[in-house]
């Protein structure tokens, strides 16, 4: 409905414009504010003022927003509010309807909180490659935390419990408010430095961001990372998460947690080293049972020396008469032997000047042989030299022919090859001419 149309609006009518006015335009937005008049109705939804020094306003926040809380805000806390301006048109007032809040001044702490993360991170200081490992047996255990908190006492109690053998090194200081941040950044430069301990834990109990915001300042996120000694985060609850967490090499849930991580269970280890004791005590009894056993077996082949030189006195006998009937053998047998090769040799004595008329007849024929053959091969090669120098191109022009070569030296047999004016070479039987053809003749 536009106004425009008619001079008179009902108060319904007028409210529903205003409240459409206002939703339009005026955004969702957050507004802080001290709390009064809180108000928890049967129906769950809580009705209250947020003001602040100049001006206050009504705020509605429904159970299905507010259910979502871990807390409940109470008369004069500061809170912010995210909100929709609007008008409740039963009555014509202004008022904010809420769909979240949270503590005032939060929301620039967590703004911080992610910035110092992010930067952080990118530096590298949460890489789990930088991370130190704890020791296993830790020789001396040194805590950053405040003197007199009760978190001190739940550490000592539990260091006790597991692992009373290591002595403990206190660096007291500040766990909240102004200056905390920069004493515990100097206690873990100190504990570093004197390098006396070999772990370190950095413990604080449970409270709100605020309490806790000194573990997420940068200061003490560096000198966490520069440390030389391996460090455990115990810092607030299980839920409870700061800077200090993701720069240790270590993050527990709790300061006991942070003794317990940081510390071997005596009771365990105590077990382990009674289930290797037994493990040892049964392979030593096996060991020497085994031993035992061949002890006795040893015992059984052990012969006395005497007895021993009486055996091999009787051996050394009997390879002495072994070795006596062998030699005797070998000597009957070499002369046996010997008489046999003196009886063939005489016989096969040869017959040497019937062998050396032989020898010399052989040679007289040998000789004979020798002069034939010669003569014969030496009339055989005059037959041949005298049919070769017939075919020697050079006896040929001896008897008056000629050789015809063309221009490239190929000898001309026909006169077909020539032409009238064709270079020629004449080869004579002694020498040569060179022509040029002045007629052809076909034959």
């Not at 009705?47 to 004069?76: H, I």
């Not at 296993?136 to 950053?144: E, F």
């Not at 200081?173 to 390098?195: F, H, K, N, S």
Request: charged share 25%.
């Amino acid at each position: 409905m536009n106004p425009a149309e008619s001079d008179v609006l009902s108060v319904t009518q007028l409210n529903r414009l205003a409240r459409r006015a206002i939703e339009g335009q005026i955004p969702l937005c957050w507004v802080a504010g001290e709390v009064s008049n809180f108000t928890r109705a049967p129906s769950g939804h809580w009705y209250f003022t947020l003001k602040d020094a100049q001006a206050s306003v009504r705020c509605a926040m429904f159970k299905n927003r507010n259910q979502f809380l871990d807390w409940q805000p109470r008369e004069g806390d500061h809170i912010e509010v995210r909100a929709l301006a609007t008008l409740y048109e039963a009555r014509g007032e202004f008022q904010l309807s809420v769909e979240t809040l949270r503590r005032a001044g939060l929301g620039a702490l967590f703004e911080a909180f992610n910035r110092l993360k992010e930067k952080l991170e990118a530096e590298g200081l949460f890489d789990p490659a930088r991370k130190k490992a704890l020791p296993r047996l830790p020789q001396r255990i040194g805590i950053v935390t405040s003197a007199k908190a009760a978190a001190l006492r739940d550490v000592l109690t539990t260091l006790r419990r597991r692992w009373p053998a290591a002595p403990v090194v206190l660096y007291p200081t500040l766990v909240q408010g102004t200056g905390a941040a920069a004493q515990i950044a100097a206690a873990i430069e100190a504990a570093g430095a004197r390098a006396v301990c070999d772990v370190l834990l950095i413990v604080r109990g449970g409270g709100s961001i605020e309490d806790l915001w000194a573990f997420n300042e940068e200061a003490v996120a560096r000198a966490i990372a520069a440390c030389p000694i391996p460090t455990v985060s115990g810092v607030g609850h299980e839920t409870d998460f700061t800077i200090a967490d993701f720069v240790a090499d270590l993050r527990a849930p709790t300061p006991t947690g942070a003794a317990q991580l940081a510390t071997p269970d005596r009771t365990e280890l105590a077990q382990q080293l009674d289930h290797i004791y037994r493990r040892l005590q049964f392979g030593q009894r096996r060991r020497l049972d085994n031993l035992a056993q061949r002890l006795d077996g040893l015992t059984r082949r052990l012969i006395h020396p005497a007895a021993r030189l009486e055996n091999r006195r009787r051996h050394l006998d009997h390879l002495a008469r072994r070795l006596q009937h062998a030699l005797g053998g070998r000597l009957q047998q070499g002369h046996r032997r010997s008489e046999q090769l003196a009886a063939r040799l005489h016989g096969l004595r040869p017959d040497l000047g019937g062998r050396r008329q032989r020898l010399d007849f052989l040679q007289q024929r040998l000789q004979r042989g020798v002069h034939n053959r010669l003569a014969t091969l030496a009339a055989r090669l005059d037959t041949l030299a005298s049919h070769l120098n017939h075919l020697n191109p050079q006896a040929v022009l001896e008897r008056g022919y000629s050789i015809v070569r063309d221009g490239q030296g190929r000898i001309v047999r026909d006169s077909k090859g020539l032409k009238v004016g064709s270079e020629i070479e004449v080869t004579l039987a002694q020498g040569g001419v060179g022509a040029q053809v002045t007629k052809v003749r076909d034959a």
